[in-house]
């Protein structure tokens, strides 16, 4: 199980990344397990020396009662202080922002890669849909010349 979010790769500059954990509530862990989340949209914050992610969608699980969570509420993420402070330092800098790349399972426990990430332009966004669209290219003259 494995939620990426492609769209950040497509719309920032990742220039650093780190692994953290995230603190979840009730059928929350459960719904992940089925796939029923969508960080898309969410977004990394720093308040108080503590890192929240916000924003990020994790669907009521189907089979819960009435300790079922919230579907869009602030979520605590667990790093080292000393990872914050780092995160931080790179934030404050113009035109940086933190956001969630990827949320995986790793030895039973959630696990979400958080990217130090800078916008890009819509020209570097031509540039990038260029080389993909070279790539493709490459690889399909490669599997006629191969066969």
Known sequence: MEIMNRKARFDYFIEDEVEAGI???????????FG??????GYIIIRNQEAFLLNASIAPYKEGN????????TRKLLL?????????????????TLIPLKMYLKKNKVKVLVGVCRGKHDYDKRESIKEKDLMREQRKS???RNN
Do not use: P, W
């Not at 009435?66 to 509420?73: G, T, V, Y």
């Not at 080292?80 to 940086?96: A, D, F, R, S, T």
């Open 23 to 33: 603190e979840l509530a009730g059928t929350e862990i459960k719904s992940i397990r």
């Open 36 to 41: 029923k989340c969508n960080i898309q949209d």
């Open 66 to 73: 009435i300790f079922n969570h919230q579907e869009r509420r």
């Open 80 to 96: 080292h202080k000393h990872e914050i402070n780092k995160l931080n330092q790179k934030v404050q800098m113009k035109g940086y």
């Open 142 to 144: 490669l599997k006629y």
